[in-house]
């Protein structure tokens, strides 16, 4: 395969549930920052969407909305590629192909599945649960990609889709990147409102749990008022013991660029009150542009469909040589 002037990195959310704050801090502002070191791509993981079942009517809207908010977020589309990931046939005609390539085993192992599955019947677990990171792995293959940013709960999937790599490699010939993960600046992991020692997640039915970064003022003082915290006397920064407000300093310090424990000093003989208001008045003004770009992307739908357009053209073109290459290396040479 022939090599890029900078290095790919391929990252991609599925429009599902809400982008949070903490989807947000934990990795979304570190792809924009990524955009002029690196070839970007970043893809509304789509087709990964309804290994649930979604309403169509919801899982449309989405398909605009979370592009707007790469967008508002600060992904450019002149530097960066976004696109739908449906948009480009290329993604599930790999799938099939690495499926052909694929073990059973590998994908029983997977924690995610399993986590996923747990107290469901056979007859009710979907085929497109169990193979998905087949696709992730297509995704990532497609274009050739050099590094990929991972959280610790993808960090399997990436070792299965290196798994396959090497071994189609080493059978076909060398027709894949092996990727990499990327180990950039760790974002911030913001953790549920409600349980503080759980990950805040956009798919979470509880929405006092997470800060959609599309929520109101009024939504966000009432979420935030209610956050589990601590009887203790005073703020102290100590995650283990005081997670829920080792929470609150960690978002008030990743919007504020100061490290939690400096903000800690700042409200050490302040309660939690006072710890939650100013909270809440940072989050706010933090989303305040974010969400005027959001709705001014909204109210131009074309201009939308158009980045996305071209996007998908661009991702086609570039998809096209590695899976010529996989289909010949396989036997599929025209006749």
């Keep these: 395969m022939s090599e890029r002037a900078k290095p790919v990195i391929f990252s991609g959310i599925q429009p599902s549930g809400h982008l949070t704050l903490g989807g947000y801090l934990g990795a979304l502002r570190n792809w924009v920052k990524l955009q002029s070191e690196y070839d970007c791509l970043y893809c509304v993981v789509d087709l990964h969407a309804i290994t649930v079942r979604q309403d169509p009517k919801d899982l449309a809207f989405r398909r605009l909305s979370f592009p707007a908010q790469y967008i508002a977020a600060g992904i450019d589309p002149n530097e960066s590629l976004i696109f739908l990931q449906s948009a480009v046939s290329a993604h599930t005609e790999l799938q099939w192909l690495l499926t052909c390539n694929t073990y059973m085993g590998e994908l029983s192992r997977m924690t995610q599945f399993k986590s996923k599955t747990e107290g469901k019947t056979d007859k ?15 995704d990532i293959l497609l274009d050739q990609t050099s ?8 960090k399997q999937h990436l070792k299965l889709t290196r798994d396959i790599a090497i071994r189609m490699n080493n059978h076909y010939g060398n027709i894949f990147t092996v990727p990499e993960p990327y180990i950039g600046k760790v974002g911030a992991r913001v953790m549920s409102l409600q349980d503080p020692t759980n990950k805040m997640s956009k798919s979470d039915p509880n929405e006092n749990n997470y800060i959609s970064m599309l929520d109101d003022p009024d939504t966000i003082r009432r979420k935030l008022k209610k956050a589990v915290m601590d009887s203790i006397q005073g703020i102290s920064y100590d995650p283990e013991n005081r997670p829920g407000v080792a929470n609150l300093l960690g978002i008030y310090g990743a919007l504020t660029d100061e490290a939690p424990q400096i903000v800690a000093e700042r409200f050490a003989d302040q309660g939690n009150a006072a710890l939650k208001t100013a909270v809440t008045d940072v989050v706010i003004e933090s989303l305040r542009p974010f969400q005027q770009r959001y709705h001014e992307l909204m109210d131009n739908p074309d201009y939308l469909r158009g980045i996305l357009k071209d ?9 096209k040589p590695t899976l010529d290459a996989v289909f010949n290396a396989m036997g599929f040479k025209s006749v």
Excluded: H, S, T, W
């Excluded at 590094?147 to 993808?154: C, H, S």
């Design 311 to 319: 996007g998908a053209e661009k991702a086609a073109q570039r998809a």
């Design 124 to 138: 009710n677990i979907g085929v497109g649960l169990f193979m998905y990171p087949i696709l992730m792995a297509a």
């Design 147 to 154: 590094l990929v940013p991972v959280g610790a709960d993808q």
